[in-house]
């Protein structure tokens, strides 16, 4: 081998290595949504998940009787921005559904998130999974296994 052979090959590594660094680069950069969704409700201004237990001085009758939310709880865990344009689903029938009525479109900046709630009335009754789509057109799912639980023991308490 002669000297320009091991520059060819130098050089052939160190823009490999630079690809795959601007590669990495690129993919960490582009926004990546993680959904979370679950039945919640308004406890002093808050919204809380609806099994969860913070006292407020209620009694347990009246805590039951508040009103409930399906709550989309979206966060960006990409480095840019992403926008929602619309929330919705699919019912155990395979049909799909759209929730109207929410504050959308909404901007989630990078490494933040957002809690999004939707009044329970007018969503179907029967929903296997949740999900967002954003401003390009990804879409996001969530299997909606959790907030059915969180709905049969709330309507059992009812």
Wanted: overall charge positive; charged content about 20%; hydrophobic content about 40%.
């Amino acid at each position: 081998m002669v000297f320009m052979d091991y520059v060819a090959i130098y050089g052939a590594t160190v823009a490999t290595a630079v690809a795959v660094l601007d590669f990495l680069k690129w993919r960490k950069d582009q926004a990546h949504i993680t959904v979370s969704c679950y039945l919640g409700k308004m406890v002093n201004n808050m919204v809380t998940p609806s099994g969860g237990r913070l006292y407020d001085g209620t009694p347990e009758e009246e805590n039951t009787r508040r009103p409930r939310f399906i709550v989309y709880g979206i966060g960006n865990t990409g480095g840019t921005p992403i926008t929602i344009r619309s929330l919705g689903g699919k019912e155990t029938d395979g049909r799909l559904f759209v929730i109207s009525g929410a504050a959308l479109p909404q901007i989630i900046q990078p490494h933040t998130s957002a809690v999004i709630r939707v009044p329970l009335d007018g969503v179907p009754e029967s929903i296997r999974e949740f999900h967002v789509l954003d401003h390009v057109g990804r879409e996001c799912r969530c299997n909606a296994a959790v907030f059915q639980k969180q709905l049969a023991e709330w309507r059992r308490k009812r």
